[in-house]
């Protein structure tokens, strides 16, 4: 396994504003990075728009992102478009995508500080909503992008085109455009099949269809696809998990390959992502331990 070879020297903590507990954590992992030769380790605020400067400055090599799968969705945003790979320690309860437990973190601080880790880089999209020739938004997505039924509960139509060409004419609750990340997330409680992280595909699933097309769809890296919706009622979409936007008939959701990359740092070999996936889907936190 290869490793970085450049030491960090400068390096920023962030946690969700509410996250309990979490400031005293970070001045913890601070102290610690001092103490292993780290120029620079600052806490703030997931929210602080003053690091979101600093980022862009190139003030910083590695974000420590404090909390569970959301802090490391949000984190990837913060740090993906200034390619500054994130550490993600659980502080949540799933967990899936950090790499470090609560518990756990001090046996790493000495790995990092050395630079003995790997930077996994996981695939970004883009996501524009379209009125007509309007375009009312662009976002990041590092996990995925829904279209589907707003708060009455009947499903709604979706037309799907790849690169220009119509896919599929979907009847359904939703359609999901995920990338390799988000596979392991709504997509795969959709059915949909599991990627390997390091892909730069998309994946198009639909939700609930009823009398249509049920199977995923796995596009060719570098393809593009936009999502039209067509209904009488209530259409909404979200970007990882956000909150929804209303759609109306006729809109569109165009989603493409995003030129940036979010890095997660990684102290494990490559195979970690199949150990840990095994033992999520056998035993997963997020509702309790069986007995």
């Known amino acids: 396994m290869q490793f970085n070879s450049t030491p960090p020297k400068n390096i920023a903590i962030v946690a969700h504003p509410s996250l309990a507990g979490a400031p005293e954590e970070a001045m913890k992992i601070a102290a610690m990075l001092n103490s292993a030769g780290i120029a620079t380790a600052s806490w703030a605020s997931m929210s602080d728009e003053t690091l979101r400067r600093r980022l862009a400055l190139g003030e910083f090599e590695i974000l ?23 550490l993600g320690i659980n502080l949540g309860r799933f967990g899936f995508l950090t790499e470090l437990k609560r518990d756990g973190w001090a046996a790493n601080i000495p790995e990092l500080a ?3 880790f790997r930077v996994e880089e996981r695939m970004m999209i883009r996501a524009e909503h379209r009125r007509g020739d309007l375009s009312l938004g662009h976002w990041e997505v590092l ?28 009847y359904a609750d939703g359609l999901i ?7 392991t997330a ?45 209904t009488s009622h209530e259409a909404v979409f979200s970007v990882d998990g956000q909150e929804p936007l209303t759609m109306l008939e006729g809109d569109e959701i165009f989603v493409d390959a995003s ?10 070999d490559p ?21």
């Open 114 to 116: 050395a630079g003995r």
């Open 64 to 86: 420590i992102a404090l909390g569970g799968d959301g802090t490391m969705l949000r984190a990837g945003h913060l740090g993906g478009p200034f390619g500054v790979p994130v």
């Open 271 to 291: 195979g970690y992502f199949y150990r840990n996936l095994t033992q999520f889907m056998e035993q997963n936190p997020a509702i309790g331990s069986s007995t």
């Open 186 to 230: 709504y997509a795969q409680a959709a059915g949909g099949p599991i990627l390997p992280p390091e892909l730069r595909n998309i994946l198009i699933i639909p939700v609930a269809p009823h009398l249509s097309v049920d199977r995923a769809v796995i596009l060719s890296e570098g393809s593009s696809v936009t999502i039209r919706v067509f």
């Open 143 to 170: 996990n995925d992008v829904v279209v589907c039924r707003g708060r009455f509960v009947r499903p709604i139509t979706l037309v799907a085109s790849v690169d220009g060409y119509q896919l599929a004419r979907y």
């Open 177 to 183: 455009a995920a990338t390799p990340t988000g596979s």
């Open 259 to 268: 030129p940036n990359s979010a890095g997660f740092v990684r102290f494990q």
